[in-house]
């Protein structure tokens, strides 16, 4: 488990998934935050911003690597070298993305 500590309080804390929040910071555009708290002082940290179409891309990277998975013991490189150009391609488009939502609710106060 990886350790994390707070900016605010210097205090050092083992981030657990279930301590992740998530809500709805814009209900008409289905914006999600992703964050937590440090358990020593409460300062609340933001891990992701995410609309639908960033999800739904982050849903494809998984359907992706279970199809890379599944045909890894199979030799079918080809398939494999798309497929792994496919999610490199999502995964730079969640990542701009990413900067984008954070970088519109930073300037709204927002995160």
Do not use: W
Not at 1 to 7: P, Q
Not at 65 to 70: G, H, K, L, M, V
Not at 71 to 94: N, P, R
């Amino acid at each position: 488990m990886r350790k994390t500590m707070c900016n605010e309080c210097r205090y050092t804390f083992a981030l657990k998934e279930e301590s992740i929040e998530t809500e709805c910071i814009d209900i008409d555009r289905k914006i999600e935050r992703q964050s937590f708290k440090c358990p020593n002082c409460g300062h609340k940290y933001t891990i992701l911003i995410t609309d639908q179409p960033m999800r739904d891309m982050i849903n494809q990277r998984r359907a992706i690597a279970i199809r890379i998975q599944n045909l890894a013991g199979k030799k079918q490189i080809v398939k494999i070298k798309k497929l792994e150009k496919e999610d490199e391609s999502l995964k730079e488009q969640i990542l701009e993305r990413g900067q984008q939502l954070k970088a519109e609710f930073n300037s709204k106060g927002m995160i």
